[in-house]
Protein backbone atom coordinates (compact mmCIF):
# COMPACT_ATOMS: atom_id res chain seq x y z
CA UNK A 1 0.00 0.00 0.00
CA UNK A 2 1.10 3.72 -0.55
CA UNK A 3 2.75 6.16 1.74
CA UNK A 4 -0.77 7.24 2.89
CA UNK A 5 -1.54 4.37 4.72
CA UNK A 6 -0.57 3.01 8.08
CA UNK A 7 -1.37 -0.17 10.30
CA UNK A 8 -3.85 0.85 13.04
CA UNK A 9 -4.16 -1.67 16.18
CA UNK A 10 -7.44 -2.15 17.98
CA UNK A 11 -6.53 -5.03 20.29
CA UNK A 12 -5.69 -8.71 18.70
CA UNK A 13 -7.64 -8.88 15.63
CA UNK A 14 -8.50 -5.73 14.86
CA UNK A 15 -5.20 -4.21 13.05
CA UNK A 16 -6.48 -2.63 9.90
CA UNK A 17 -4.48 -0.85 6.99
CA UNK A 18 -6.27 2.81 6.97
CA UNK A 19 -5.71 6.17 5.23
CA UNK A 20 -3.76 9.08 7.44
CA UNK A 21 -6.35 11.90 7.22
CA UNK A 22 -5.62 14.56 4.81
CA UNK A 23 -3.47 17.12 6.04
CA UNK A 24 -2.61 20.39 4.30
CA UNK A 25 0.48 19.09 2.37
CA UNK A 26 -1.40 16.62 0.21
CA UNK A 27 -1.33 16.90 -2.99
CA UNK A 28 -4.88 17.07 -5.44
CA UNK A 29 -3.60 13.32 -6.51
CA UNK A 30 -3.64 12.78 -2.92
CA UNK A 31 -6.89 14.21 -1.74
CA UNK A 32 -8.32 12.32 -5.06
CA UNK A 33 -6.89 8.92 -3.80
CA UNK A 34 -8.40 9.61 -0.33
CA UNK A 35 -11.71 10.34 -1.73
CA UNK A 36 -11.26 7.03 -3.91
CA UNK A 37 -10.41 5.04 -1.06
CA UNK A 38 -13.08 5.94 1.13
CA UNK A 39 -15.93 5.76 -1.28
CA UNK A 40 -14.74 2.35 -2.45
CA UNK A 41 -14.75 1.23 1.12
CA UNK A 42 -17.78 3.19 3.12
CA UNK A 43 -19.41 1.98 5.44
CA UNK A 44 -22.57 -0.33 4.17
CA UNK A 45 -25.09 2.21 5.58
CA UNK A 46 -24.13 4.81 4.01
CA UNK A 47 -25.07 2.74 0.60
CA UNK A 48 -28.09 3.18 -1.94
CA UNK A 49 -30.68 1.58 -2.39
CA UNK A 50 -29.21 0.31 -5.34
CA UNK A 51 -26.07 -0.92 -3.76
CA UNK A 52 -27.96 -2.63 -0.81
CA UNK A 53 -29.50 -4.90 -3.55
CA UNK A 54 -26.36 -4.95 -4.73
CA UNK A 55 -24.50 -6.21 -1.53
CA UNK A 56 -27.77 -8.78 -0.39
CA UNK A 57 -27.29 -10.35 -3.48
CA UNK A 58 -23.12 -10.85 -3.14
CA UNK A 59 -24.03 -12.18 0.39
CA UNK A 60 -26.43 -15.20 -0.92
CA UNK A 61 -24.05 -15.83 -3.62
CA UNK A 62 -20.86 -15.91 -0.63
CA UNK A 63 -23.53 -18.27 1.60
CA UNK A 64 -23.85 -20.81 -1.39
CA UNK A 65 -20.28 -20.78 -2.57
CA UNK A 66 -17.11 -21.02 -0.82
CA UNK A 67 -15.86 -17.27 -2.60
CA UNK A 68 -14.38 -14.12 0.13
CA UNK A 69 -12.62 -10.89 -0.12
CA UNK A 70 -9.54 -10.62 1.87
CA UNK A 71 -8.17 -7.36 3.24
CA UNK A 72 -4.32 -8.23 4.23
CA UNK A 73 -2.27 -11.85 4.10
CA UNK A 74 0.61 -11.90 6.45
CA UNK A 75 3.15 -14.73 5.77
CA UNK A 76 5.10 -13.96 8.62
CA UNK A 77 3.52 -12.16 11.98
CA UNK A 78 4.55 -12.31 15.42
CA UNK A 79 1.23 -10.16 17.01
CA UNK A 80 -1.84 -11.52 16.33
CA UNK A 81 -1.42 -14.94 18.49
CA UNK A 82 1.54 -16.75 19.86
CA UNK A 83 4.56 -17.45 18.03
CA UNK A 84 5.32 -16.73 14.19
CA UNK A 85 2.23 -16.96 12.42
CA UNK A 86 0.65 -16.77 8.89
CA UNK A 87 -2.84 -14.25 9.72
CA UNK A 88 -5.33 -13.64 6.76
CA UNK A 89 -7.58 -10.52 7.01
CA UNK A 90 -10.64 -11.47 5.56
CA UNK A 91 -13.46 -8.30 4.56
CA UNK A 92 -17.07 -8.49 5.41
CA UNK A 93 -18.32 -6.94 9.05
CA UNK A 94 -21.86 -6.78 9.90
CA UNK A 95 -20.99 -5.66 13.96
CA UNK A 96 -20.21 -2.08 13.19
CA UNK A 97 -18.71 -1.45 17.00
CA UNK A 98 -18.50 1.90 17.98
CA UNK A 99 -14.93 2.97 17.68
CA UNK A 100 -13.44 0.37 14.88
CA UNK A 101 -10.49 1.12 13.50
CA UNK A 102 -11.19 -1.22 10.69
CA UNK A 103 -14.25 0.09 8.81
CA UNK A 104 -12.72 -0.76 5.59
CA UNK A 105 -13.02 -3.93 5.64
CA UNK A 106 -16.68 -4.10 6.99
CA UNK A 107 -18.13 -4.13 3.25
CA UNK A 108 -18.20 -8.14 1.61
CA UNK A 109 -16.73 -6.63 -2.03
CA UNK A 110 -13.69 -4.70 -0.31
CA UNK A 111 -10.48 -5.54 -0.55
CA UNK A 112 -9.34 -8.62 -2.89
CA UNK A 113 -10.57 -12.11 -4.08
CA UNK A 114 -9.32 -14.65 -1.90
CA UNK A 115 -8.64 -17.10 -4.32
CA UNK A 116 -7.69 -21.06 -4.71
CA UNK A 117 -4.00 -19.59 -5.33
CA UNK A 118 -4.09 -17.73 -1.97
CA UNK A 119 -5.32 -20.77 0.18
CA UNK A 120 -2.54 -22.75 -1.44
CA UNK A 121 -0.02 -20.11 -0.91
CA UNK A 122 -1.82 -20.27 2.96
CA UNK A 123 -0.56 -23.85 3.40
CA UNK A 124 2.35 -23.93 2.11
CA UNK A 125 3.86 -21.00 4.20
CA UNK A 126 2.47 -23.16 7.11
CA UNK A 127 4.26 -25.95 5.99
CA UNK A 128 7.56 -24.20 5.06
CA UNK A 129 9.98 -25.52 7.51
CA UNK A 130 12.84 -22.47 6.84
CA UNK A 131 10.26 -20.24 8.83
CA UNK A 132 8.33 -22.43 11.22
CA UNK A 133 4.89 -21.18 12.21
CA UNK A 134 2.87 -22.49 14.76
CA UNK A 135 -0.20 -21.65 13.33
CA UNK A 136 -2.81 -19.86 11.47
CA UNK A 137 -4.62 -16.21 12.58
CA UNK A 138 -8.04 -15.56 11.23
CA UNK A 139 -9.25 -11.97 11.09
CA UNK A 140 -10.97 -9.20 9.69
CA UNK A 141 -13.42 -8.11 9.23
CA UNK A 142 -15.50 -11.08 10.57
CA UNK A 143 -13.88 -14.47 9.82
CA UNK A 144 -17.64 -15.63 10.52
CA UNK A 145 -19.66 -13.21 8.48
CA UNK A 146 -22.30 -15.36 7.00
CA UNK A 147 -21.54 -14.43 3.66
CA UNK A 148 -17.36 -15.79 4.97
CA UNK A 149 -18.02 -19.27 6.47
CA UNK A 150 -18.51 -21.51 3.42
CA UNK A 151 -14.84 -20.60 2.51
CA UNK A 152 -13.66 -19.97 5.58
CA UNK A 153 -14.84 -23.65 6.88
CA UNK A 154 -13.13 -24.99 3.56
CA UNK A 155 -9.82 -23.13 4.89
CA UNK A 156 -9.70 -24.64 8.46
CA UNK A 157 -10.95 -27.99 7.27
CA UNK A 158 -7.46 -28.05 4.77
CA UNK A 159 -5.69 -26.65 7.58
CA UNK A 160 -6.32 -29.35 9.86
CA UNK A 161 -5.51 -31.82 7.09
CA UNK A 162 -2.88 -30.63 5.72
CA UNK A 163 -1.01 -29.15 8.07
CA UNK A 164 -0.56 -31.23 11.07
CA UNK A 165 0.68 -29.65 14.38
CA UNK A 166 -0.65 -25.68 13.52
CA UNK A 167 -2.75 -24.12 15.64
CA UNK A 168 -5.75 -22.12 14.45
CA UNK A 169 -6.94 -18.72 16.10
CA UNK A 170 -9.82 -17.06 14.81
CA UNK A 171 -11.69 -13.59 15.97
CA UNK A 172 -14.96 -12.82 15.86
CA UNK A 173 -17.39 -10.74 16.64
CA UNK A 174 -20.34 -13.11 17.39
CA UNK A 175 -20.51 -14.81 21.01
CA UNK A 176 -19.87 -18.70 20.96
CA UNK A 177 -23.20 -18.91 22.36
CA UNK A 178 -24.73 -17.40 19.65
CA UNK A 179 -23.64 -19.03 16.45
CA UNK A 180 -25.75 -21.06 13.91
CA UNK A 181 -24.31 -24.54 12.87
CA UNK A 182 -22.67 -23.45 9.65
CA UNK A 183 -20.52 -21.05 11.86
CA UNK A 184 -19.79 -23.64 14.57
CA UNK A 185 -18.44 -26.30 12.35
CA UNK A 186 -15.73 -23.61 11.65
CA UNK A 187 -15.50 -23.23 15.45
CA UNK A 188 -15.00 -27.10 16.00
CA UNK A 189 -11.96 -27.02 13.43
CA UNK A 190 -10.01 -24.53 15.52
CA UNK A 191 -7.79 -24.04 18.68
CA UNK A 192 -8.63 -21.00 20.06
CA UNK A 193 -11.64 -18.55 19.28
CA UNK A 194 -11.96 -14.63 20.78
CA UNK A 195 -15.15 -13.29 20.54
CA UNK A 196 -17.72 -10.86 21.17
CA UNK A 197 -17.76 -7.76 19.88
CA UNK A 198 -15.24 -4.61 20.67
CA UNK A 199 -16.85 -2.25 23.19
CA UNK A 200 -14.75 1.06 23.51
CA UNK A 201 -15.82 1.67 26.47
CA UNK A 202 -14.07 -1.60 28.05
CA UNK A 203 -11.50 -1.37 26.21
CA UNK A 204 -8.06 -2.19 27.77
CA UNK A 205 -4.65 -1.97 26.54
CA UNK A 206 -3.27 -4.60 29.17
CA UNK A 207 -5.56 -6.91 28.01
CA UNK A 208 -3.75 -9.89 25.81
CA UNK A 209 -5.34 -11.21 22.81
CA UNK A 210 -8.26 -9.01 22.69
CA UNK A 211 -9.27 -5.52 22.81
CA UNK A 212 -12.07 -5.01 25.53
CA UNK A 213 -12.53 -7.02 28.61
CA UNK A 214 -16.12 -8.40 27.42
CA UNK A 215 -14.15 -10.29 24.84
CA UNK A 216 -13.42 -13.59 25.80
CA UNK A 217 -10.43 -15.51 24.73
CA UNK A 218 -11.72 -19.49 24.52
CA UNK A 219 -9.45 -22.15 24.70
CA UNK A 220 -11.21 -25.06 22.53
CA UNK A 221 -8.64 -28.03 21.99
S1 LIG B 1 -15.94 -6.99 15.01
FE1 LIG B 1 -16.19 -4.82 15.53
S2 LIG B 1 -14.08 -4.04 15.86
FE2 LIG B 1 -13.88 -6.01 14.72
S3 LIG B 1 -13.89 -5.41 12.52
FE3 LIG B 1 -16.05 -5.84 13.04
S4 LIG B 1 -16.89 -3.80 13.65
FE4 LIG B 1 -14.64 -3.65 13.70
Redesign the pocket.
Known amino acids: MGEAHRLIW?GP??WGLALEPPTRSCSPALLSKHKRYNDRNKHPSHNKPQDVNKRQLLERVRKKTNTMNYHQYYPIDVVNGPGTRCTLFVAG?L???KG?Y??S??RLDSGLPFTPQMEEQILADLNDRRIPRQGLSLS???PLHPANVAAVLQLVKRVRAECPGKDIWL???YKLGELDSQQQQVVDQINVLIDG??VQELKDPALIWR?SSNQVVHKLR
Open positions: QGCCHQCCNQTWGGDWTGKFG
